[in-house]
């Protein structure tokens, strides 16, 4: 007799196929949020403000235009959290990528102050509202279909794959950017900007093609089998898991120093230092390829060893190497600037790499995708969008560079601490079951690759990936 195959068993995982994806996706969808964060700093305020406001205020009414964009990233999180862990991941990415793609050719179309007045501003508000929607549920559910579709051993390396789409979307709209430095400025002012905005619509034709040849990951699979999906995901998280939310939200403020390097200093090194816009951008584009290398390091790394201490290791550094990279920009020399933008990027990049999978282990499967999101885009709300107008803020009422320095290395530390609170909390060993994934194993039992791990006992790589008990 034929063996009929179990209801609740999840299709075989395609996860190389479904790690490309996540990072397609994810670099399209960063593409069109850091062109954002580069036009803030060299063309908004001049094209969306009046021409006789002050310039240090006209930078600074920019970024927030740019924190406005991470105002609206915790809604989308919610939104699209409540999708993907009640429809499916997959339904999720398709629509934050649709969503992500016309805000930003919108931005390319908007007229400017002169045109339209006030409401130019008004219209780039609500326009980069939207992308902080999508990229607000983008992510979590990148990181989600590579990592749930991967061998549990290696589910943080797999996750990495959405995180490179960071430094590829930020190289890939610093690099737009670069070349368009050689027209005019003139030129690049009235219509060179957009060109980079414009380009977002074929990227996303692109993208599309490829989610929606993308499979449900297997851990949403087996949810929707055994019908184990709740009816508001958020309200779950908020009841049940809010200490693992406000830890993991709190492990997340060093990634923001990315914005300490791009967004800001991109502003300071050619407005107040006096770096041509070509010559930053160039050294901003050797630090992203330093980034895209170092994070599956760090993934690579993490997966290694007790996770507590391999944060130590990548953190520690970081504290003080940000402050000095600030310092080697202000000695105005070129080689110098490089060195220490690269070596500060060393360590915050192996921790990105490394730390949505690692977040990813921390929430059961069916309330996953809203606790993540939820925990990134809280940390983006309050640190992120914010990083680069408290930069700007301290430099306007100081005058110098220190205060900005001191406070980029106290992300640091902010990170390490909950990092090591949470992983103390929730299990620090990759080749161990999390606490929420022990507690799905244990209704699941041993199907769909997850199994649950004897009392006392560290749970060991097994058939097809699988976690299983030491024996």
Known sequence: MNRQPSPTAAPQPRPGRAALAAFVGTTIEWYDFYIYGTAAALVFGKVFFSSTMDPGVATLLAFVTFWAGFAARPLGGIVFGHLGDRVGRKTALVITLVMMGLATTGIGLLPGYAQIGVWAPAGLVVLRVLQGIAVGGEWGGAVLIASENAPKHR?????????????????????????????????????????????????????????????????????????????????????????????????????????????????????????????????????????????????????????????????????????????????????????????????????????????????????????????????????????????????????SIVGVAVASGLYAFVSLVCMLVLLNRTGYRADELSTAERSDAAEWGTEGGSAEPAAGGSAQPGEGGALKPAG
């Open 155 to 399: 589910s943080i390396l797999y996750a990495a794959f959405a995180q490179q789409g960071s430094p590829t979307g930020n190289l890939l709209a610093t690099a737009a950017f670069f070349a368009l430095s050689a027209l005019p400025t003139p030129s690049f002012l009235m219509w060179g900007w957009r060109i980079p905005f414009l380009l977002s619509a074929v990227l996303v034709i692109i993208g599309m093609v490829i989610r929606l040849r993308l499979e449900e990951s297997a851990d949403m699979q087996r949810v929707l089998a055994r019908k184990r999906t709740v009816k508001l995901p958020l309200r779950d998280v908020v009841r049940d898991h809010w200490v693992v939310v406000l830890l993991a939200a709190g492990t997340l403020p060093v990634i923001n120093v990315t914005y300490f390097r791009s967004t800001f200093a991109l502003s300071w090194a050619t407005k107040t230092l006096g770096y041509a816009q070509g010559t930053f951008l160039g050294i901003l584009s050797i630090s992203l390829v330093v980034q895209f290398l170092m994070q599956p390091v760090g993934a690579w790394f993490v997966s290694k060893v007790d996770m507590r201490r391999a944060m130590c290791w990548i953190l520690i550094p970081e504290i003080v190497l940000m402050p000095v990279m600030f310092h080697a920009l202000a000695t105005r020399s070129y080689w110098v600037a490089v060195a220490g933008m690269c070596i500060s990027t060393i360590p915050s990049a192996m921790f990105y790499g490394a730390v949505g999978g690692v977040l990813a282990r921390v929430f059961p499967a069916n309330i996953r995708y809203t606790g993540l999101s939820l925990a990134y885009q809280l940390s983006a709300l309050v640190v992120g969008g914010g990083t680069p107008v408290l930069a700007q803020a301290i430099l306007n009422a100081t005058g």
